[in-house]
């Protein structure tokens, strides 16, 4: 039952009981026919075909009535019912009729306008509905006679503004000059018919949903009319009491910007300047605060397209793949035509990508997820990937000797065998520059390196024997770090040192020995001076590793963390908090910019690609910047303001995309002075910046006085969309804004900026080699060998490592050669570090005394590829390998000759499931970042097909479950890990990853991708701390742990001898929601103020008619009620002066409801709800 308690009148019935009422709501004029008959109709549709042949004023307004009362009380529910009876339909025939008249009854119309306006603002069709019934251009017309009447002109322009939501209907009224009679309805500051002029500006914002309304809008001067219209209402507005006006004209400014034209005309009418002025006026005030976000969005918005200062998109890296023709240039086109697409559109893009439904992404056939597809390879192929397996062949002579063997009896094979492969391309003779000089690939490229090192001026002079090294010597100007004695000799030649007479290459061969002697003479000597304090680093193994070496642009200097070593700092790190507000502060900075620019200095002073010579001296307070070393990447540098530059990252080789990895040297600073960094070319959407994670720095000086970290820094961090396109005018790319501050702690310092911990290929080939000298090898069988040669010619390294047998007995070699293989992959995409900090501490943990290590070594042979994109990461590139592709989508059908080391690895697992070897494990390394924690991406038939909907009866699937073991024993044991982050998913877009194949094809049930955030964690001990490299590294020697889980004796899972070593008290984190809430600023700008909810326009309707604007409605009330009989027409006059809707009807007719409320079951109205 519900009840409505308005003068004494209950509503007890149901919408059918009225079917057999409606002769009572009409009046004894009675009518001669009716489109529904009562037996076969609910009383709503009895209702609504009585309102459309209704002739008489009484019925029509009792009928309004009714539905006014029914659809007021409870939710919209009841409002999509009736639009699901007819209802719309009803309405607009309804006001076709009634404002078709020559002298149209007002007392009707309105009411009749306000309920359509609040029935057809839910109503998705209403605009098609309305053109179908010819109610479009009628209501235009009803307003045209009414704009000197404020409520009915308000009645009309809600309607107008409803209808609008159709773009055909939208046109329609702007070809009927609809923009013209409403913009002339929008004032100048009044305090007079709030609610209509409120009602004109949302009508005007809603006619300019088409492109063709806002170019007629553009073509008038519109926009500026707006903006004038916006400044008076700000100025005189003292009182604010027009709030709502002034949020409505920036709303319409926002419909109207849609387009390039329209942006250019807010911007040349001063519209930038006015919103900024207007904007610091309305933070002084708590109240103006709902101005200000849409007044900074829509000056983001309008900012004029800035193309980056860059000559080509392509990448500064270049490098001829072998069966392809060399890349085209890039195809200029103009900027006007590339910013003519709109940038609402593009948003729209954007979100339906990213609000499409993510099962669709699931696959269902269930064909596709069982059938094991076949080998994309004869198995004539797979016989040489035998040598793989070492251990199956080794004879383990070594065993019988009573003596330790030496270290190099296993090393030094396989580091032969390397060396080998990598210089057997070469010619014989060769001297290490001449090797150098053959992987420089890109002629371009090494004339900007080459010209870098005959215009830098050598610190060889600042150290002698007798002089301490210093922060400033070990800057990209010196040649300490130099790999090559060529560039030495470059610098020698720059400082007018050469020996007349002789060519650059005699000179160089002569000096060669000299030099090199020289240089290890320095960096013995800064050893010695301050010691090598990184566990399972050696500097001078690095320098050896970095030689061989081979870059596109031929590096010949090592970044100076890299070569020195990294040590965890000694405490953590918590998350940066977000200061209220600060991307707004950071875009007002950026909107100064453009509205002044005195203080703009806008001067290159690093450019990757610049061969010309450039002197530091000609800038003595600026930063310096560098890149050209092994995984850096800093395309350019641009000072905007003394103490603010613009980084402009490098694209992936060959390609000009896949911009988010960055990694360079600055150099130069004041101490404690706060210098903002802008990284503008930025291509994801969101980014863990904006959640607490900060990059990383290294300084040099910190380093030599004993503290070689990489620590988390930058203050004022966010990150969202700016302004700037690409320099070729690429269509449909956005680039975002990483902006950040930091203040140095030392003047004349060279530290190293970078997104995340670096990890070059030339540490991991030292790593490897130490690793290999730190095992015994009675106990441990550790064999590098090389999976294949990537493009650029640097050895894919694999890695076995697997405990010795006890002896070379028949019975000791047969557990070895049966022991089940752990496959680990990582690195595939560079510019996911945090993966190869993982594999480290795997590495390290399965070569230490641990005795879970050594029960990991009897239980498995590990197969470990620790990186499958050595050149990527060599290229400082962030997803791809030199073939601009992805690697991590190759794996159905890789290419042997773009794609080495994928088709490889595949063949390798192909090759250990032909010989009954299939991996027990299967895990590739990564990182993630959008989210926290660290977690893994699995396989299930079931899961997949569950959460897909397929309707495949999953009851007689049969699925092993112990896809999910490794899982469940992280969360217990590593507190970085989150199972209820895990997903089992197989996704079509995943179908050709590392994953999915090796599941799919090579039948392995525990396959997994593990994601390792670039942040920190939202749970656990480790809440609220951004994750360092310890973290990192214990990460991967808890995966280790686990896998105890999978041994035959899982006793040994929980024995004393191991239970010490690992912790068993952690518990699982119940972190349900492992995505991030919305930013807290918006990231985006291309976006409209607010819409209009449907109760903000309910309820600007009911105050339309509570409201006193005038006696014209009392004099047509008047008019009305000469027409009706005495009373009824006095109390519908009354009605209409306290109500929206009249809510009295007349004594009659509430008798006949009451008599039938109990003859007829229907349509239930019970708790606000409308119920079959």
């Known amino acids: 039952m519900f009840g409505y308690r308005r003068n004494n009148f209950t509503w007890n019935g149901t919408l059918r009981e009225l079917e057999g009422s409606y002769p009572a709501i009409c009046t004894e004029r009675g009518r001669s026919s009716m489109t529904a008959s009562p037996s076969s109709s609910s009383g709503l549709e009895v209702l609504l075909s009585t309102l459309q042949n209704a002739g008489d004023v009484e019925s029509t307004l009792n009928i309004l009535n009714i539905l006014d009362e029914l659809l007021s009380a409870g939710t919209d529910r009841r409002i999509h019912y009736m639009i699901s009876k007819g209802g719309s339909e009803a309405l607009l025939t309804a006001l076709v009729n009634t404002g078709r008249s020559f002298s149209p009854n007002y007392t009707i119309l309105l009411p009749l306008l306000h309920l359509l306006a609040k029935v057809g603002h839910r109503d998705r069709r209403i605009g098609m509905k309305a053109e179908e019934a010819g109610a479009v251009l009628l209501t235009l017309n009803l307003l045209r006679h009414n704009v000197s009447h404020a409520r009915r002109a308000a009645a009309c322009l809600w309607v107008i503004q409803v209808f609008s939501t159709s773009v055909s209907t939208a046109n329609l009224i702007g070809e009927n000059q609809g923009l013209d009679v409403i913009y002339r309805l929008i004032p100048h500051y009044t305090t007079k018919h709030l609610h209509t002029i409120k009602a004109s500006i949302n009508a005007f914002a809603a006619l300019l949903c088409t492109r063709a309304n806002v170019c007629l809008v553009v073509s008038k001067g519109y926009i500026s009319g707006l903006l004038r219209l916006y400044e008076d209402w700000h100025s005189k507005d003292t009182e ?126 269930l064909n596709k997820i069982r059938l094991r597809p076949d080998p994309d390879r004869p198995k004539e192929l797979l016989p040489p990937y035998s040598c793989l397996c070492p251990e199956l062949s080794h004879d383990f002579k070594e065993l019988n000797l009573s003596s330790e063997p030496e270290d190099s009896s296993t090393s030094s094979s396989s580091s032969s065998d390397e060396d080998t492969v990598l210089l057997s391309s070469l010619p014989p003779h060769s001297s290490r520059r001449d090797r150098r000089k053959s992987t420089a690939r890109s002629e371009s490229s090494n004339s900007s390196s080459e010209s870098h090192s005959e215009t830098e001026t050598s610190t060889e002079r600042h150290t002698p024997d007798a002089v301490p090294l210093e922060a400033r010597d070990f800057h990209s100007h010196s040649s300490i770090l130099s790999t090559s004695p060529g560039f030495r000799s470059k610098v020698r030649e720059a400082r007018g040192e050469a020996s007349p007479g002789q060519t650059e290459e005699e000179q160089d061969d002569d000096e060669e020995a000299a030099e090199e002697s020289h240089c290890h003479t320095m960096i013995d000597r800064l050893l010695e001076r301050h010691g090598a304090c990184v566990p399972h680093h050696e500097p001078k193994m690095y320098h050896a590793a970095a030689t061989k070496t081979k870059s596109i642009p031929g590096f010949s200097i090592l970044a100076f963390p890299d070569f020195w070593g990294h040590l965890s700092p000694p405490g953590h790190e918590s998350m940066a908090p977000r200061r209220p507000n600060i991307q707004r502060k950071k875009v007002f900075e950026d909107v100064q910019r453009f509205l002044n620019t005195d203080d703009i200095i806008n001067q290159v002073v690093f450019d990757l690609e610049d061969s010309s010579p450039q002197d530091p001296s000609d800038r003595p307070d600026s930063l310096r910047f560098f890149s050209k070393f092994e995984s850096g990447n800093l395309r350019k540098a641009i000072q905007v303001r003394r103490y603010e530059y613009d980084l402009i990252l490098n694209a992936d080789a060959n390609c000009s995309q896949h911009t988010q990895w960055f990694y360079f040297e600055v150099s130069n600073m004041v101490a404690d002075v706060p210098y903002r960094f802008n990284v503008i070319n930025c291509e994801k959407s969101n980014s863990q910046f904006n959640y607490g994670m900060q990059p990383v720095l290294y300084s040099v000086r910190e380093a030599l006085e004993g503290r070689p970290h990489w620590v988390r820094t930058g203050a004022e961090i966010c990150y969202f969309r700016n302004h700037f396109c690409p320099a070729r005018g690429r269509r449909r790319t956005t680039f975002y804004t990483l902006t950040f501050t930091i203040t140095f702690k030392h003047n004349e310092d060279v530290c190293y900026l970078a997104y995340h911990y670096p990890y070059t290929y030339s540490a991991l080939k030292a790593h490897l080699n130490v690793l290999q000298k730190s095992v015994d090898p009675a106990k441990v069988f550790f064999r590098q060998q090389i999976l294949c040669c990537s493009l650029a010619g640097n050895s894919c390294p694999v890695v076995t490592i697997t405990a010795c047998p006890a002896s070379r007995g028949w019975k000791d070699l047969h557990q070895l050669r049966n022991r089940a293989c752990i496959v680990l992959t990582g690195r595939v995409h560079p510019g996911e570090s945090n993966a190869s900090w993982v594999m480290k501490g795997t590495l390290e943990f399965l070569c230490s005394s641990d005795p879970v290590a050594q029960s990991l070594r009897e239980a498995f042979v590990f197969k470990i590829i620790p990186m499958l994109n050595p050149d990527g990461v060599i290229n400082g590139t962030n997803r791809c390998d030199l073939n601009s592709e992805d690697l991590n989508r190759q794996w159905c059908k890789p290419d042997p000759v773009l794609s080495p080391t994928i088709y490889h690895t595949k063949g390798f697992l192909y090759y250990l499931n032909s010989i009954g070897r299939t991996p027990l494990v299967f895990c590739d390394y990564h990182g993630h970042s959008r989210k926290k924690n660290v977690f893994l991406y699995g396989c299930s038939v079931k899961e997949t097909l569950w959460q897909s909907g397929s309707t495949v009866d999953t009851v007689g699937l049969k699925e092993d479950p112990g896809y999910r073991t490794l899982a469940k024993t992280l969360d217990r044991i590593s507190p970085a890990f989150s199972f209820n982050s895990c997903n089992y998913l197989v996704e079509k877009s995943r179908s050709s990853t590392a994953r999915v194949v090796v599941w799919r094809e090579m039948g392995v049930l525990r396959s997994y991708t593990m994601e390792s955030t670039y942040n920190g964690c939202n749970q656990g001990i480790y809440k609220g701390l951004q994750t360092g490299t310890r973290e990192l590294q214990e990460m991967g020697m808890k995966f280790c742990h686990s896998l105890l889980s999978l041994t035959k004796d899982m006793k040994a899972l929980y024995s004393r001898k191991l239970i010490n070593h690992i912790n068993m008290d952690h518990k699982s984190h119940n972190c349900f929601e492992d995505d991030e809430p919305p930013c807290v600023e918006e990231i985006e700008y291309s976006i409209d103020c607010p819409m209009l909810k449907g109760t903000d326009l309910d309820s600007d309707v009911n105050s339309n008619m509570d409201s006193a604007d005038g006696e014209e409605e009392s004099d047509e009330g008047h008019k009305g009620a000469q027409q009706r009989r005495g009373s009824v027409g006095q109390s519908q006059q009354s009605s209409m002066k306290s109500r929206l809707f009249p809510h009295l009807i007349t004594e009659a007719s509430i008798e006949t409801l009451n008599e039938k409320r109990n003859t007829c079951n229907g349509v239930n109205i019970t708790d606000g709800q409308i119920l079959s």
Not at 249 to 260: E, F, N, P, Q
Not at 305 to 313: E, I, M, Y
């Open 240 to 365: 604010h009491v027009a709030v709502a006006i002034r949020h409505a004209l920036l709303r319409c400014l926002h419909k109207a910007t849609h387009c390039a034209a329209a942006r250019h005309a807010l911007v040349s009418h001063g519209g930038i300047r006015l919103l900024h002025q207007t904007t610091q006026t309305c933070l002084l005030s708590k109240s103006l605060e709902c101005l200000v976000e849409p007044s900074v969005q829509l000056m983001r918005k309008c900012l004029p397209k800035t193309p980056l200062l860059l000559t080509s998109d392509q990448s500064a890296y270049s490098f001829p793949l072998p069966g392809r023709p060399h890349a085209f240039p890039d195809i200029d086109i103009p900027l006007d035509e590339c910013n003519e697409e709109s940038d609402d559109e593009d948003v729209e893009d954007n979100q339906e990508a990213d609000s499409k439904d993510y099962d669709d992404d699931l696959e269902s056939d």
